[in-house]
C-alpha cells in the first residue's frame, strides 16, 4: 500500500469528506420524504444533530449515514432510493445503499428496522419510528432511544459518542435508571470511567 503525502491529504479533501456524508444523507432524506415514507435518521448522524443543539464544535464527523426504517416499508424505499441513483445491496446480513457503482459499502447508506434487534443477541430491538422527532434538517430519533441504540451497538465509538453526549448535559447521571439492567450497567460504567 502506498501511503500518501501530507500534501496529498489537503484540508479540502477533509472537508469534502464531511460534505459528502452530509449531501448522501440529505439525498436519501429527500428521496424518502418525496415518496412520504416514514423514516428516522439514526447513528452517529443522530448523535452530531443532538450534539450539535448544545455545541456545534463538538460533533465528530461519520462516514456512513444509518436509517431507520419500517421493514414493510423496503420495497417502496428501494424504489425511491434508486430513482435517486443508489444502488441497494445486501452483505452479512445488512442492507444498505451504495453512492453508485464505484462506492464503499462503509460509505453507504445503511438500514436498520424499526422494533427488530440488528443481532440475534441484542437485549431490545432497535426503537419505533413513533421515538423520533422532526431535527432541523431530517427526521432524527429522539435522545432517549438513540443512546439506548448506543448502548446496545456497545462498540467503542457508541462509547465514544455517549461520552460527548455526557460531557455536553444531554445525559446525566439519573439516565441508567432509564433502561434495562444489562445498559444501564453499560451506562454507568461509561459514567464512572470517563475516557475509559
Known amino acids: 500500500m502506498v501511503v500518501p503525502s501530507l500534501q496529498e491529504a489537503t484540508w479540502e479533501r477533509m472537508i469534502r469528506a464531511v460534505e459528502k456524508v452530509r449531501e448522501r444523507c440529505a439525498r436519501a432524506v429527500h428521496a424518502l420524504e418525496a415518496a412520504s415514507l416514514p423514516y428516522a435518521v439514526v447513528g452517529g448522524n443522530a448523535v452530531a444533530n443532538w450534539v450539535a443543539s448544545i455545541d456545534e464544535g463538538s460533533v465528530r464527523n ?3 449515514v444509518d436509517i431507520l426504517i419500517q421493514r414493510a416499508d423496503l420495497d417502496a424505499v428501494k424504489v425511491a432510493m434508486q430513482a435517486n441513483g443508489f444502488i441497494f445491496a445486501s452483505s452479512y446480513g445488512v442492507d444498505f445503499f451504495l453512492d453508485g457503482p464505484d462506492a464503499k459499502p462503509s460509505e453507504g447508506i445503511h438500514l436498520l428496522y424499526a422494533g427488530e434487534k440488528v443481532k440475534e443477541t441484542d437485549p ?3 426503537p419505533l419510528l413513533s421515538e423520533s422527532e422532526r431535527g432541523a434538517a431530517f427526521q432524527v430519533i429522539s435522545l432517549e432511544p438513540l443512546v439506548r ?4 451497538a456497545n462498540r467503542r465509538k457508541d462509547q465514544v459518542h ?3 453526549m455526557i460531557q455536553l448535559g444531554l445525559i446525566d447521571a439519573t439516565w ?3 433502561f434495562p439492567p444489562v445498559l444501564a450497567e453499560r451506562l454507568q460504567h461509561i459514567l464512572d470511567t470517563p475516557g475509559g
Do not use: G, I, Q, S
Open 176 to 178: 441508567p435508571a432509564r
Open 162 to 164: 455517549l461520552e460527548d
Open 62 to 64: 461519520t462516514r456512513d
Open 149 to 152: 441504540m448506543k448502548l446496545v
Open 124 to 126: 431490545v430491538p432497535t
